[in-house]
């Protein structure tokens, strides 16, 4: 490992890297990384990078996003330029001498790029760990579609809910849904080039007009006619694996075109599953087109064909392909298929076996018989869910001293229409409990985002706790986690802290992929 600076004219380490000279650099050709940690020991902590600093380059070349800068060192020796931020001088407001003058105020500016240094690293990991994945910003949808969750979202959550991403690099780290329409020849050849598989791909419907009807993509948005064509895309991209997606929407993609579609879908070799999802709808569709939800008699007649082709294909294939997802299930007042039938949970953060997921991690065979003393604790879940749960802790009523509720929530803040759990807030809490009527309330686990105790509208556990005057945890992602939380609660005075064992592993993580995952995959966990 060699370390240079820009100054170092004759350092062998330049050598075959052609530098820049600081005036020829144009930052807005380059994307600064900023760095959140640096290894110990490691060759960026040697080097003398520290926290707060800026990759600039690798091998003399803007790097957008963490996979390109893990591509470029995956080529063995790499020359990074990291820059050193210096403070930016403040700027006065307001114009002297008038009537603003008064309210002049001096702003910050944002940080510049000072001192630029070199480091060599040669099949080594230099050591950085970034604040963001995506140095050049989310890539952003080029589509309407009649059923997105962003057009529905209520007005006053912070902004980056509202962000309308379609990221191929957030589909490859994270498995968030993209459906390809925004893409260029070259985020083609990358993909490509740089094998970045597997992909999760929103089809919807493999009908070319029917999907222009559904998603209505911007023409000025679409940078390449040829990413629109999605039987072409799937094909063009044939040596990458995909985990699809279709939305239903009743009388629109069901009935013969779900018939259609699934059958083109298995005919890619490339395609490895499909997930069937309902429509979800919100109470805010101010000038959005009419969209109805679907009726018992429209999830049974989905499942009644998709489970034909299951059948189908276990047979012909020895993989079922096709996943409902619980809420299709539970809309069709249909049991729940066994674990064995969800194949290992592929589709899990899609709500494709997440109940059963639950269920499956169950109790502990003994229970106590009695509580210390008297405890009533009040599990607050969606209606989707809430009959199920109740089923599920039907043994924890046979403890002594335990008073459970499992309490329906109805969702305040999305509307009535809306009854998946991981869409309640702190809002819904606030009008379905009241302060003091239990000891312990728990809210569902998929409320939360990860590594946080806060919810989507921004409020936290704290707050409610002091609001309602009693415990607020988070409960478990198992039925046996749920049952261990309820007991180490009732039985001493210390918080603990529940997370789901299938959010989102990266708590870099945009906020953009986390309500996806909330969209798409917390329809009905407890």
């Not at 209520?154 to 980056?160: I, N, V």
Request: charged content about 25%; hydrophobic content about 40%.
């Amino acid at each position: 490992m060699t370390v240079a600076s820009l100054d170092d004219q004759h350092n062998p380490a330049l050598a075959q890297v052609e530098q820049p000279k600081p005036e020829e650099a144009k930052l807005e050709e380059l994307y600064p990384a900023p760095v959140k940690t640096v290894e110990a020991g490691s060759p960026a902590e040697r080097a003398g990078v520290r926290p707060g600093d800026f990759l600039l380059r690798v091998n003399g070349a803007a790097v957008t996003d963490v996979l390109a800068y893990r591509h470029a060192l995956s080529l063995g020796k790499a020359t990074l330029e990291m820059a050193r931020p210096v403070a930016a001088p403040q700027v006065m407001t307001g114009v002297p001498g008038t009537a603003q003058d008064h309210h002049r105020l001096f702003m910050p500016q944002e940080p510049g790029l000072g001192e630029t240094f070199f480091f060599d690293v040669e099949w080594e990991d230099p050591g950085l760990d970034f604040e963001e994945v995506l140095f050049d910003g989310i890539k952003k949808c080029a589509n309407k579609c009649d059923f997105c969750y962003v057009h529905q979202m209520p007005r006053g959550f912070r902004k980056s809910l509202y962000i309308m991403d379609d990221d191929y690099r957030l589909s490859f780290l994270y498995g968030s849904f993209v459906t390809l329409t925004n893409l260029t020849e070259g985020d083609i050849n990358r993909i490509l080039d740089e094998n970045l598989s597997p992909l999760y791909v929103s089809v919807h419907t493999a009908n070319q007009e029917l999907r222009q009807d559904l998603m209505r993509w911007w023409k000025l948005k679409v940078k390449d006619p040829q990413a629109v064509q999605i039987r072409g895309m799937i094909e063009r991209l044939e040596s990458i694996d995909l985990y699809t997606q279709i939305v239903l929407v009743p009388g629109r993609n069901d009935r013969e075109h779900l018939d259609d579609t699934v059958e083109y879908l298995s005919s890619r070799p490339n395609v490895l599953s499909a997930a069937v999802v309902p429509i979800g709808l919100t109470s805010h569709r101010t000038n959005l087109p009419d969209v109805r939800t679907f009726t018992r008699e429209d999830a049974q007649d989905s499942l009644k064909r998709l489970n034909i082709w299951r059948k189908k294909f276990l047979n012909e294939r020895g993989t079922r392909f096709i996943f409902p997802s619980d809420e299709l299930y539970l809309l069709a007042g249909e049991p729940l298929p066994s674990e064995e039938e969800y194949e290992g949970f592929p589709m899990l953060e899609n709500g494709v076996g997440m109940i059963r997921d639950f269920l499956t991690g169950g109790m502990d065979a003994e229970l106590p018989a009695a509580l210390p003393q008297p405890k009533r604790v009040i599990l607050a879940t969606g209606a989707l869910f809430a009959e199920s749960l109740d089923l599920a802790v039907e043994p924890l009523r046979a403890i002594e001293g335990l008073t459970l509720e499992v309490r329906a929530v109805e969702n305040k803040t999305f509307g009535k229409v809306t009854t998946v759990a991981g869409l309640l807030t702190g809002r819904c809490f606030r009008h379905a409990v009241k302060p003091g009527e239990a000891d312990l309330l728990l809210v569902p686990p998929t409320t939360l985002r990860y590594g946080t105790e806060l919810m989507l509208d921004d409020t936290s556990l704290t707050e409610l706790r002091k609001e309602f005057k009693m415990d607020v945890q988070a409960g478990g992602a198992t039925l046996g986690e749920l049952a261990r939380v309820i007991l180490s609660a009732a039985t001493s005075s210390g918080h603990q802290w529940g997370m789901s064992a299938h959010a989102v592993k990266d708590s870099g993580k945009s906020d953009t992929v986390q309500i996806q995952v909330a969209e798409q995959g917390m329809r009905g966990q407890a």
